[in-house]
């Protein structure tokens, strides 16, 4: 696996995959070839369907300011990622004399197909979390000890991490006014805040509270602020919230959960090792879902839980969030995606809570690793439309609102009527064209084909 550095990263918002790993190319390319008159991008899959809506666009022109940057969205490509784009650099006489293919691979981690990167390398040899629970076993060591024997000094990173994400979440609670973009969403942080201090209900307060602090990081990311790649941008809230929350209600020592930190990231890195933690690759499990595993990890160590019991909190913190789908309304990472941080962050502590009482009846039969691998299969199951493309579910669900779902166009009398019909999964033929065949009706007037969509 790699390093923890790797997948705990600290830059600006809204999405890890769409805009902190362009701009982390995009500067070793500046750092590569210099500035240059002139650069070409073309993106592609995810990058391309919800660019703008994640502000793809905007981070690439800004890196490479002040030269003149020409990007396109485009379709499908050949490469082996579905997510990526071509970089193209350009001198005075206007001749490209460097491409490089990007592979963004989720969190912010990046490949060049053209270009080693030692980010990249391996730091622990173990794959799984059987084996490294076997490793702990027989050297008589914890989980932070393990990390720190493979990363001596990670604890120096892990504390610009936490202080990175305690402040994300104080700057979050203290704004106020609509968060960028078409769907003018009114931040909700603050408000939840000022509720959550004044309810006589212990258990409610707390609830809320912790509910306010994801909304809070969260709302910093939708704005393009600076939060953590936790495991992405996109579900910064979940671990942001559980360490707000123990450092500044419970009192809890910044060394605790910088450790806590460390347990975490180790099943983070797991994950994103067997499965991924890409939101165009595995849907939404491999982002919030991840994401609630590492919070349930980190609270079981919080809570003194041994090797067993926060393997099990970790297990079930992604377990019942297999199958979650990326469906960004707009292609902003706002709807449903603050709102499901809050709740994720809710169902780690329900998942430690669990572990630590349920492990004192029996034992649990489901191992982490094998939630891993079936996680994997999941997100290969599901659906294009599914995973941060915005083509399908509650983003086309949102827009559909307001636009007319069947409408019947007359035609002369010796022909047969045309329907337009809404597209379903069922329905779609990709290709590189746009055209609508024409649709001939049965004598229940059902179709007798099914409609072509090419794009």
């Keep these: 696996m790699q390093s923890l550095r790797e997948l705990y990263k600290i830059g600006p918002g809204p999405s890890s995959s769409h805009t902190l790993a362009p701009r982390r190319a995009c500067m070793l390319f500046l750092e590569e070839y210099g500035q240059l008159p002139r650069y070409e991008v073309d993106l592609f899959g995810s990058l391309s369907l ?3 809506g994640h502000f793809t666009d905007k981070i690439i022109e800004d890196t490479l300011a002040p030269s003149t940057v020409e990007i396109h969205f485009n379709s499908a490509w050949e490469e082996r990622h579905p997510n990526g784009f071509y970089l193209r650099g350009y001198n005075q006489e206007n001749v490209c004399i460097a491409l490089w293919t990007i592979f963004s691979l989720g969190g912010g981690s990046i490949e060049i197909k053209e270009k080693k990167l030692n980010f990249n390398d391996e730091v622990y040899k173990e794959n799984s979390y059987e084996d490294i629970k076997k490793v702990c076993l027989e050297n008589k060591i ?3 000890d393990y990390v720190l024997q493979n990363e001596p000094t990670i604890e120096e990173h892990l504390g610009i991490v936490l202080t990175a994400m305690l402040s994300s979440v104080r700057r ?4 106020s006014g609509v968060l960028p973009g078409r769907l003018k969403v009114e931040k909700a942080a603050k408000s939840l805040h000022l509720q959550a201090l004044s309810l006589p209900d212990d258990t409610e307060k707390t609830k809320l509270l912790m509910m306010s602090y994801a909304y809070a990081a969260c709302e910093e990311n939708a ?12 579900a910064c809230g979940v671990l942001a919230s559980l360490m707000y929350y123990y450092y500044t209600d419970i009192g809890v020592s910044r060394n605790k959960l910088i450790r806590a930190l460390a347990v975490a990231g180790i099943f983070g890195n797991l994950i994103k090792t067997n499965a991924s933690i890409s939101g165009a690759i595995g849907g ?3 982002e919030v879902g991840t994401a609630c595993a590492m919070a349930s990890a980190a609270a079981a160590y919080l809570n003194d839980l041994n090797l067993k019991q926060i393997e099990y909190a970790a297990e079930i913190g992604i377990e019942h969030n297999l199958g979650l789908t990326c469906d960004p309304v707009e292609g902003y990472v706002i709807i449903p995606c603050i709102e499901r941080n809050s709740v994720a962050v809710l169902r780690a502590v329900d998942a430690y809570t669990l572990s630590k009482y349920m492990s004192r009846i029996k034992p649990n039969k489901v191992t982490f690793d094998m939630i891993v691998n079936t996680m994997n299969y999941t997100g290969k199951k599901i659906p294009i439309e599914l995973k941060e493309t915005s083509l399908g579910g509650l983003a086309t669900e949102f827009k559909a609102k307001d636009e007319v779902v069947l409408e019947v166009i007359e035609q002369k009398e010796e022909e047969k009527p045309r329907i337009i019909l809404p597209l379903t999964e069922d329905d779609i033929e990709l290709e590189d064209t746009l055209v609508f065949d024409d649709m001939i009706l049965d004598e229940n007037d059902e179709p007798t084909s099914p409609i072509k969509f090419k794009l």
């Design 284 to 286: 939404c499990q491999a």
């Design 142 to 144: 914890n989980l932070v």
């Design 172 to 175: 979050g609670l203290s704004s």
């Design 50 to 52: 919800t660019g703008k």
């Design 223 to 234: 704005s393009l602020g600076e939060v953590v790649t936790a495991p992405t941008l996109g």
